[in-house]
């Protein structure tokens, strides 16, 4: 199981940016993918995943409405749309996949990962 990750950068606030996770090694029917960032000095926070089956998506707070998941079978990818970014986006970004089922209300706890990507930088700042 391999994750790739790209698509970080620098940014104004309100701004866009949408990060891209190719994965290898297995099918999206098999496999939760999550993004999940770090800020400095603070924990790993859940940003976003996709459930297995339908694709189903799940967001933590500080982004919802803002942030939009989605996956490309065919390209073995999933994408973190965001927008409206502020500087409290400022974060290393990772994505995650687990395989198998989990408990919905803990589906964005970091631990419930198996299998890591690399970060990326996302800094949002004037």
């Known amino acids: 199981v391999q994750l790739q990750v790209s698509g970080g950068g620098l940014v104004q606030p309100g701004g866009s940016l949408r990060l891209s996770c190719t994965f290898s090694?297995?099918?999206?029917?098999?496999?939760?993918i999550a993004w999940f960032r770090q800020a400095p000095g603070r924990e790993r926070e859940g940003v976003s995943l996709?459930?297995?089956?339908?694709?189903?998506?799940k967001y933590g707070e500080s982004v919802k409405g803002r942030f939009t998941i989605s996956r490309d079978n065919a390209k073995k990818t999933v994408y973190l749309q965001m927008n409206n970014l502020t500087p409290e986006d400022t974060a290393v970004y990772y994505c995650?996949?687990?395989?198998?089922?989990?408990?919905?209300?803990?589906?964005?706890?970091?631990?419930?990962?198996?299998?890591w990507g690399q970060g990326t930088l996302v800094t949002v700042s004037s």
């Open positions: 995650a996949a687990r395989s198998g089922r989990l408990v919905w209300s803990a589906a964005l706890d970091a631990p419930q990962y198996h299998y």
């Open positions: 090694g297995f099918t999206l029917d098999r496999y939760i």
């Open positions: 996709i459930s297995r089956l339908y694709g189903n998506p």
